[in-house]
């Protein structure tokens, strides 16, 4: 058998990223999802793939992600919790802030007609203890906010530099010391799986979507060896890797506008579909690809290493 991955979809809409960049043109809720979620939806099918999707619920209640998860759903993809107003701020929130975002995104993705979801990845990576039990007594399974790298306060800077005025950015995204997170499966003392977004092995640098695009834009072949390489060392370290898209894998600058900012925006939208299909396929040629929840009831089975939320 191959060893497992993973392919989650965080869907992020327009207006999330122009609110957390610090653009007032978000209060107008601009959504690009009419165009990201059929094409993404596409792309799975083609690569027979069964995914997770984290929804938004303010985006749940409106009629364009009411009929994303809709879409989602039957296509057979699993809808996970990705908070009510997706503020990568989150940690700031109180313990009772925190748990009126997971009560009101569950309440939004169950009317839209989604099965109550057991998974749950914070905003911006964003994580607490206090969000660590408040999940734990609702009874989800897995958390994924994790992203185990030492790039956050470079992408912090990064999207400071051309922000305008925002809640979050003094500590948007992390700090360094997110690097010493495992890059595999564990589970929280209170029992909850985390399965992290995974990062290169090794070098620890992210591999999702945002990344490659970037790097596709200065070498399609510089992108493509990036991401070959991660799979090796992913199998040599045995790692099983935890996939990240977001629908910006698949736009044209045209369809999301205002996200100039955005990296990997200038590419042209054939040629992110194109590199998105490689991925994929690249990735289930060497591993048997399912959705988080599907990832997580895999390796819910074995010895995992505990750690404390508060310690860590």
Same mark, same amino acid.
């Given at each position: 058998m191959k060893p497992v991955a993973s392919v989650s979809l965080d869907l992020d809409n327009l207006w999330a990223y122009l609110k957390t960049h610090g653009d007032p043109t978000w209060e107008q809720r601009p959504s690009f999802l009419t165009s990201a979620v059929p094409r993404l939806l596409d792309v799975f099918g083609e690569q027979d793939l069964t995914t997770t999707v984290f929804v938004v619920g303010a985006d749940a209640e409106r009629d364009d992600g009411a009929a994303a998860v809709a879409a989602i759903t039957a296509a057979g993809h699993e809808v996970a919790n990705h908070s009510f107003g997706h503020e990568p701020w989150l940690h700031r929130y109180s313990a009772a802030e925190q748990e009126a975002e997971v009560v009101r995104a569950e309440d939004a993705i169950t009317a839209a007609g989604a099965p109550r979801p057991v998974g749950f990845r914070g905003p911006g990576y964003s994580v607490t203890p206090q969000l660590l039990d408040v999940l734990a007594r609702r009874g989800y399974r897995y958390d994924a906010s994790v992203l185990p790298t030492w790039i956050g306060p470079l992408a912090r800077a990064y999207h400071n530099r051309t922000a305008g005025s925002t809640d979050g950015g003094a500590d948007l995204f992390g700090? $360094?010391?997110? !690097?010493?997170?495992? &890059?595999? %499966?564990?589970?929280? #003392?209170?029992g909850l799986v985390e399965l992290p977004v995974t990062t290169m092995p090794l070098l620890r640098v @992210? *591999?999702?979507?945002?990344?490659?695009?970037?790097? /596709?834009? *200065?070498? @399609?072949?510089?992108?493509?060896?990036? $991401? #070959?390489? %991660?799979?090796?060392?992913?199998?040599? #370290? &045995? !790692?099983? @890797?935890?996939?990240?898209? /977001?629908?910006?894998? !698949?736009l044209t600058a045209a369809e999301a506008p205002g996200m100039e900012f955005f990296p990997g925006m200038a590419v042209p939208g054939s040629e992110k579909v194109a590199l998105l299909e490689w991925v994929l396929s690249l990735l289930r040629r060497h591993f048997d690809v399912v959705g988080t929840g599907a990832h997580v009831d895999r390796v819910a089975g074995s010895v995992l290493r505990e750690r404390d939320p508060v310690t860590c």
């Open positions: 700090g $360094f010391g997110r !690097v010493k997170a495992p &890059n595999t %499966a564990y589970r929280w #003392r209170d @992210p *591999i999702h979507g945002a990344y490659l695009l970037q790097l /596709h834009r *200065i070498s @399609p072949r510089l992108a493509r060896g990036y $991401f #070959r390489t %991660a799979l090796r060392l992913c199998r040599a #370290r &045995n !790692v099983s @890797p935890s996939l990240l898209l /977001h629908p910006t894998d !698949v």
